[in-house]
């Protein structure tokens, strides 16, 4: 996922990648602890997605607080 994806999605649709995303690393983290993560490159991917997903949220939190 690129920012530009990112940049023109409202705080409610971030907040609802957000916990899309997470529940996503969850799944991940289960099949990585019982050996079946066929992808181990994703939960890097994922990390990485969400740390954009957050600034962004943040972004748009400190522009709207000022």
Do not use: C, G
Not at 13 to 42: C, I, V
């Amino acid at each position: 996922m690129k920012f530009a994806e990112i940049k023109d999605l409202t705080l409610a649709e971030l907040a609802a990648k957000s916990r899309d995303l997470r529940h996503e690393m969850f799944n991940l983290r289960l099949q990585q602890a019982s050996a079946q993560l066929e992808k181990p490159a994703r939960l890097r991917t994922l990390r990485k997605d969400i740390a954009r997903v957050e600034t962004r949220i943040s972004a748009l939190s400190n522009k709207a607080a000022k």
